[in-house]
């Protein structure tokens, strides 16, 4: 058993679940944050409900795991995608993401850094995007994945001395409910993005979470401030002949 602590924001589904399963295989106690809880979850995952867009509620959840627990490490997993094209974005996009994407992290975390600090250890991880480099129709969710690279990048220079890393997994195109709710599942426009992508084939959960459990390795203290692409060479870009 390990005698760590990892909380997850979005851990009943896709990523986040899967993430949750493997880190309570290693014995991690693990806690997920969502707005539902997931009947397909397994026993050990304790499950609590808020809406990250909300910041009162997000202070109330802080404080209420913070008291119980000893939070050694925080994934910032959860996420939505509102796309639209420039003329039709709005302001409230961007405020509404940057509040579920970085508002709710830095609430999140300022309650659990104290027993960071006093352990000096710490692993904080973000689930960003390979649209933080742009994508059409993501005026808002480019913004706030852009800022988080940014944010991250700034934590870890300020939580190096105290045994904390802060780092991001960038993933691309991934097979969730995200992804599905932009591409209908199993349609043409799905097997043409996956013939796009260098590796020829669109990412799974289990491709991230590999990333993740890199990052939330105890022993790999030595990388911190880091943007990871998962994202089967989507970063790089592609050759068209």
Request: net charge negative; proline share 5%; hydrophobic share 45%.
């Amino acid at each position: 058993m390990t005698d760590y602590t990892a909380v997850i924001t979005g851990g009943s589904k896709g990523i986040g679940l899967d993430l949750a399963e493997r880190m309570l295989d290693q014995g991690y106690t693990v806690i997920s944050i969502a707005r539902g809880k997931s009947p397909d979850a397994p026993s050990e995952l304790i499950q609590m409900s808020a809406d990250l867009l909300d910041a009162e509620a997000v202070a109330e959840t802080a404080r209420e795991i913070a008291d119980a627990h000893e939070v050694t490490h925080f994934v910032q997993n959860a996420g939505v995608i509102w796309p639209n094209l420039l003329e039709e974005a709005k302001p409230a996009d961007i405020t509404g993401l940057t509040q579920l994407q970085l508002g709710s992290a830095l609430t999140l975390l300022q309650a659990f850094l104290p027993a960071m600090k006093a352990r000096s250890f710490g692993r904080v991880l973000f689930n960003g995007s390979r649209a933080a480099l742009g994508v059409p129709t993501r005026t808002a969710y480019s913004a706030a994945k852009a800022g988080m690279i940014g944010m991250a990048r700034t934590w870890a220079l300020e939580l190096a001395p105290h045994g904390i890393t802060v780092n991001v997994v960038a993933p691309g195109p991934v097979l969730t409910d995200n992804f599905w709710g932009i591409v209908p599942k199993g349609s043409e426009r799905e097997a043409e993005l996956a013939q796009k992508m260098p590796v020829g084939r669109l990412g799974t959960v289990r491709d991230v979470s590999n990333a993740f459990l890199y990052f939330a390795d105890p022993e790999n203290g030595f990388v911190t401030g880091q943007t990871l692409f998962v994202c089967g060479g989507a970063s790089v870009g592609t050759l068209s002949l």
